[in-house]
């Protein structure tokens, strides 16, 4: 059992250290859809394909804490009461954050044009970056990290 908790300890630890960095290359990546925005060229839907399935798996990330092919035992370990409410918190500051952007673009557009796509992508990237980096800044303070 003492194996168990270790591997998850050091498992949260790595997670929590880890998720800035993600967050980051996430956020940094969105730099090149709205500096390249696509057309209907092939590599434009490769693009549009691979950003779909990395935000597929950082929501189910997020909503599930991740670590899928690790065993169950380990994942409950990880799962304490503290990170579910870190995780909690994280998604419900990202829903405001994705409601206010949504808000803003909303207003924005009676004064500039802006296409669905971006709209779209800008509120879906504005949610997800805040959650992640939420989350992550809860976990490093709570591993004592940062």
């Given at each position: 059992m003492s194996d168990l908790i270790e591997t998850a300890d050091r498992l949260s630890r790595r997670r929590a250290r880890m998720m800035i960095?993600?967050?980051?290359?996430?956020?940094?990546?969105?730099?090149?859809?709205?500096?390249?925005?696509?057309?209907?060229?092939?590599?434009?839907?490769?693009?549009?394909?691979?950003w779909t399935v990395l935000a597929l798996v950082i929501l189910a990330g997020l909503v599930t804490g991740g670590f899928w092919f690790r065993p169950k035992a380990v994942r409950e370990l990880m799962e304490d009461e503290i990170t579910r409410a870190h995780r909690a918190q994280a998604l419900s500051l990202a829903f405001v954050l994705t409601m206010l952007t949504g808000i803003a673009l909303f207003v924005l557009q009676v004064f500039v044009p802006i296409e669905a796509p971006v709209a779209i992508h800008l509120v879906l990237s504005v949610g997800f970056g805040t959650a992640l980096l939420r989350f992550s800044l809860l976990e490093r303070r709570a591993h004592g990290l940062g």
């Open positions: 960095p993600f967050a980051l290359l996430f956020l940094l990546q969105q730099a090149t859809f709205f500096s390249n925005p696509p057309d209907h060229r092939l590599v434009s839907l490769v693009h549009l394909s691979g």
